[in-house]
């Protein structure tokens, strides 16, 4: 049943786990506590297939922009939306050319809108040259439609790659500068997105700077559709779809919070209506509406070669096979929030964010690989949160998200343990983890022990495994009530090299054989569209080093190949 067809029923009185909305909103007064601490309308208009003004519209349009996503070395995949009066399908064809007028090289391929697929389409263009940018241009009834502009991927030996990396874009929180920003940079060479794309809430509920469509949760088919459509009629969402091709994978909001196999913290089968029918809509739409490859309904993890510099590997760590969120096993007399130790139920060794058979891909992949650089491009904090650090063998650490890997302590030392080698298997260097989710900028090694001085040196940053790069989120809220803080926050996780709790933005990935830096910029504000934005700071590790030192920010590449106008 929809929920643009009725009230949403009372929540149950009190959650039994700490939701990751609870931790981010509750986690200022908690760790206080602890002893730690001293209106625009809608985007533009009415659901997925209406125009602005709620209206049908009289002729054909283009009104949801145009897309790229999943590029390869001699393909990308190309999307776009009809929108019309009618119910018929549209017979729909894409041009390209590596020059920005169609002057020349132009290819032409066809597809068509149904309304099976909410009149949205995915054209799998393949042939293409690599490293190379194309533009390219649907028509549809003599209608036309914004010119896009996208990228292959290089093969072979690579110099320099630039990738921008985003998550976690609440429409109700405020707008999108974030990806203006983005939109901006015309040497990047791809976008990352790594989750929380949509925000399935109803108005009032999260955040209340602009509405939403439907106004109620998003429960149905059709709630999901109009939802992904709304998003999708955002100016600055539409701009970085433009020029960029994205490679993206959903976290929880693209279905409900704090999703994991068989549940959510957010849903109600007793009156939402089975899990599985509402993930598999959730799944479904997400590939109608975004620029992904999808070979098998509800599989997304997948793997991006790029030349010889870096194979991406991109993760479910939610949907697909994450066992059940536990409650924190000790509570904080007198706040809503409780801690959990690493022990118990806790370090079941059958608990899992990825699943037998994404472990074994995932292992299997970095194993074989013989890239420079291997990213994971993942949802949830990899490395640990402590808010009483100890060495491990106390079994005393004290963690605040049961959410993130912390909560999954055996699924995180299985990974830990590939990276390692042994086993016959040598180690895995220059791996780099890069997370969303936590809507907080943070730079941290990766060590299976971090507050053990035998097992790691928080000066030097040796006994570190890999390095995880968290991008904030574009507009979702965060823990701007800890931020001065944040450095008392690292004398529990001395691990952590940067944290940033209140800043929106992105996180920016400059990666050459020798080294790859990240670096943190900051939109001026979300409250309205529009302003500019500022380098936060910069953190890069060595090949062959797997830790983190500071960076000075890079320079922009010389002679980028004109964005589309």
């Keep these: 049943m929809s929920r643009s067809t009725r009230r949403r029923p009372l929540r149950k009185s009190q959650p039994k786990l700490l939701s990751r909305r609870s931790f981010l909103g509750q986690s200022g007064a908690s760790l206080t506590a602890l002893g730690l601490a001293p209106l625009l309308p809608a985007c533009d208009g009415g659901n997925g297939g209406r125009s602005p003004d709620g209206d049908a519209p009289d002729a054909l349009s283009f009104l949801h922009g145009v897309a790229s996503g999943d590029p390869l070395s001699d393909r990308v995949i190309l999307w776009t939306r009809v929108t019309q009066t009618g119910t018929a399908a549209v017979p729909v064809t894409v041009r390209l050319s590596t020059q920005p007028d169609f002057s020349s090289g132009v290819t032409v391929r066809n597809s068509s809108a149904t309304p099976e697929r909410d009149f949205t389409v995915k054209i799998d263009a393949a042939g293409l040259q690599p490293g190379t940018t194309y533009y390219y241009q649907f028509e549809a009834r003599g209608q036309r439609s914004p010119v896009g502009r996208t990228r292959t991927l290089p093969v072979d030996a690579v110099d320099r790659l630039r990738i921008a990396v985003l998550s976690c874009a609440s429409l109700a929180h405020g707008f999108f500068n974030a990806y203006a920003r983005v939109a901006e940079r015309a040497d990047l060479d791809l976008v990352l997105h790594l989750g929380d794309y949509i925000y399935e809430y109803g108005n009032g509920e999260y955040g209340s700077v602009r509405t939403y469509e439907p106004p109620t949760e998003i ?174 063998a106390t079994g005393l650490s004290q963690f605040l998200n049961p959410d993130q890997w912390d909560g999954y302590p055996a699924a995180r030392d299985r990974l830990l343990d590939v990276i390692r080698g042994g086993g016959g298997f040598p180690a895995i260097d220059n791996c780099i983890v890069l997370t969303g989710d936590i809507h907080t900028s943070w730079a941290m090694n990766i060590s299976e022990d971090p507050n053990n001085l035998l097992a790691y040196n928080p000066l030097t940053g040796i006994g570190s495994r890999a390095v995880e790069f968290v991008t904030t989120s574009v507009t979702s809220p965060g823990l701007e009530s800890l931020a001065p803080v944040g450095d008392v926050l690292r004398l529990n996780n001395p691990h952590i090299r940067y944290v940033d709790l209140a800043s929106k933005g992105y996180l920016l990935l400059d990666i050459t054989p020798e080294r790859c830096i990240g670096e943190f910029w900051a939109v001026d504000g979300i409250a309205t569209r529009g302003g500019g934005e500022r380098f936060q700071a910069a953190f890069q590790v060595r090949a062959g080093t797997n830790r983190l030192s500071e960076a000075a920010q890079t320079s922009s590449r010389a002679n980028a190949p004109p964005l589309a106008s």
């Design 219 to 392: 429960v149905s088919l059709e709630d999901y559709r109009a939802r992904h459509g709304q998003y999708k009629r955002d100016p600055d969402l539409q701009a970085v779809h433009r020029q960029h091709p994205l490679v993206c994978v959903w976290d929880d909001h693209e279905s409900t919070n704090d999703a994991w196999r068989d549940g959510a913290e957010n849903h109600q089968p007793e009156i939402e209506g089975p899990w599985p029918l509402r993930k598999s809509i959730a799944q479904q739409v997400y590939e109608e509406w975004m620029p992904i490859r999808v070979s098998d309904p509800g599989v997304i993890y997948r793997r991006f070669p790029i030349g010889s510099l870096v194979n991406l590997h991109m993760l479910d760590t939610r949907l697909l096979a994450r066992s059940e969120q536990l409650s924190p096993s000790g509570a904080v007399p007198g706040l809503p929030v409780g801690v959990f130790t690493a022990t118990g139920a806790f370090a079941d060794p059958a608990r899992t964010l990825l699943g037998e058979a994404q472990e074994a891909w995932l292992a299997d992949g970095l194993r074989s690989s013989t890239a420079t650089w291997q990213l994971l491009g993942q949802q949830v904090m990899f490395g640990q949160l402590q808010v009483l650090g100890l060495p491990r």
